[in-house]
């Protein structure tokens, strides 16, 4: 069965950097899209990144262009979100999730969540 | 930009149960619908706007295309607490409604 699990996350002071991890297994994993989404505290859900499941298509959220990178592995089944110069207002659960969609540029329905990474931006 | 209501509701177990998701610009049937129980990751119902995910109860249904869609359960039960969350990916970025907290009264 599909299994993403989140790490990485932790309490950083704003203006820092911070890499999360998603390990994927249970899937063709060069095969799909990867998504990164991150929900504050009390808060909905945001969407942040997405990646082609060749990693040739990366698009981001107007919020964090410039400052995250999203990026993966295939050799090690495992999605990563570099996340620099970080503000307070990056405080949240970090979720990654697998994409619906087989061997495509754009992106579908988010079919598989992981539990999540929480990050906390603070000094 | 995706405009969900009511934000909240409360509704007694058995009741019919019905969230609007609006989309700002034409969306297709590219809608999704999510539920998100307390402190757990959201769960994929409803893709496509109208498509049952596999093993999910029947009570839960979409409906809709272009920008006005809906989202409803036809008998509520005490294991439908959760929040729920319409998606569309047609245009970038994929945007999530801000949610809708089903509560039992």
């Known amino acids: 069965q599909v299994q993403l699990v989140e790490s990485g996350g932790g309490v950083v002071q704003p203006g820092r950097s911070l890499r999360l991890s998603c390990a994927a297994s249970?899937?063709?994993?060069?095969?799909?899209?990867m998504h990164w989404v991150r929900q504050a505290p009390g808060k909905g859900l945001e969407w942040v990144a997405f990646?082609?499941?060749?990693?040739?298509?990366?698009y981001y959220a107007d919020s964090v262009k410039g400052r995250f990178s999203i990026s993966r592995d295939k050799s090690k089944t495992t999605l990563y979100l570099q996340m620099d110069s970080l503000r307070a207002e990056d405080t949240a659960l970090y979720y990654c999730a697998k994409d619906r969609v087989y061997s495509s540029g754009w992106y579908g329905p988010l079919e598989h969540w992981g539990q999540g990474t929480l990050v906390t931006v603070s000094s | 930009q995706m405009t969900q209501s009511p934000s909240s509701l409360s509704a007694s177990v058995g009741d019919r149960v019905t969230i609007t998701c609006q989309a700002s610009?034409?969306?297709?049937?590219?809608l999704n619908w999510y539920q998100q129980k307390p402190g757990k990751a959201p769960k994929l119902l409803i893709y496509?706007?109208?498509k049952m995910e596999t093993g999910v109860p029947s009570r839960f249904s979409g409906s809709g295309s272009g920008t006005d869609f809906t989202f409803t359960i036809t008998s509520l039960q005490p294991e439908d607490i959760a929040t729920y969350y319409c998606q569309q990916f047609n245009n970038l970025p994929p945007t999530f409604g801000g949610g809708t907290n089903v509560e039992i009264k």
């Open positions: 610009l034409d969306i297709n049937n590219s």
């Open positions: 496509d706007a109208s």
């Open positions: 990646i082609s499941y060749d990693g040739s298509y990366k």
């Open positions: 249970g899937f063709t994993f060069g095969s799909y899209g």
